[in-house]
Antibody, heavy 120, light 107 residues
Framework: QVQLQESGPGLVKPSQTLSLTCTVS??????????WSWIRQPAGKGLEWIGR???????NYNPSLKSRVTISVDTSKNQFSLKLSSVTAADTAVYYC????????????WGQGTLVTVSS | DIQMTQSPSSLSASVGDRVTITCRAS??????LNWYQQKPGKAPKLLIY???SLQSGVPSRFSGSGSGTDFTLTISSLQPEDFATYYC?????????FGQGTKLEIK
């Protein structure tokens, strides 16, 4: 059974960089059938797609965040990561990592989510 | 960017009711439309992919239809565990996008 688990600081100061890691277990992150995404959800609001990475290292980002986002993958650790720079209170949200299916694009496995609060 | 619009935003219904939620894309997305169910404090759960394919393990009372710009999610007979928020997602192009959600509440 595939499992994804987010980890990282729950509190980040304004203007600093938010860093999260997603550890994948029960399957290889290197499979070409999948891509790996970050999605966030502010409290009481909807889902916002942040971006994705293929195991080749190719990435796509949401243009609304593109200048501040970096997603990377470490196949040796079966992990992928998110960095979001220059954060403000508007970046406070639950951050999910998820596995996407290359051919159809749906997300079949999600992490449990981790709350990141931006506050001084 | 493709905008996804769900209707209604909220819905009150009773156990046993048939419920339909609609999702409209701002441009054609073929059948690259997926539906998720989210309960409070939990990650979204995949229900339907590619507009009409039922994810393994999901009860058959859930069904999806549509193509192009207009899609529907139907629950044929509501069960107590179905009261949740539902989201559509387009995976036709990046940036991927979700509908704003439909909150299904008990009447």
């Amino acid at each position: 059974q595939v499992q994804l688990q987010e980890s990282g600081p729950g509190l980040v100061k304004p203007s600093q960089t938010l860093s999260l890691t997603c550890t994948v277990s029960g399957g290889s992150i290197s499979s070409g059938s999948y891509y790996w995404s970050w999605i966030r959800q502010p409290a009481g609001k909807g889902l916002e797609w942040i971006g994705r990475i293929y195991t080749s290292g190719s990435t796509n980002y949401n243009p609304s965040l593109k200048s501040r986002v970096t997603i990377s993958v470490d196949t040796s650790k079966n992990q992928f990561s998110l960095k979001l720079s220059s954060v403000t209170a508007a970046d406070t949200a639950v951050y999910y990592c998820a596995r996407g299916i290359v051919l159809t694009g749906y997300y079949d496995y999600w992490g449990q989510g981790t709350l990141v609060t931006v506050s001084s | 960017d493709i905008q996804m619009t769900q209707s209604p935003s909220s819905l009150s219904a009773s156990v046993g009711d048939r419920v339909t939620i609609t999702c409209r894309a701002s441009q054609s997305i073929s059948s690259y439309l997926n539906w998720y169910q989210q309960k409070p404090g939990k990650a979204p759960k995949l229900l339907i992919y590619a507009a009409s394919s039922l994810q393994s393990g999901v009860p058959s009372r859930f069904s999806g239809s549509g193509s192009g710009t207009d899609f529907t999610l139907t629950i044929s007979s509501l069960q107590p565990e179905d009261f949740a928020t539902y989201y559509c997602q387009q995976s036709y192009s990046t940036p991927q996008s979700f509908g704003q959600g439909t909150k299904l509440e008990i009447k």
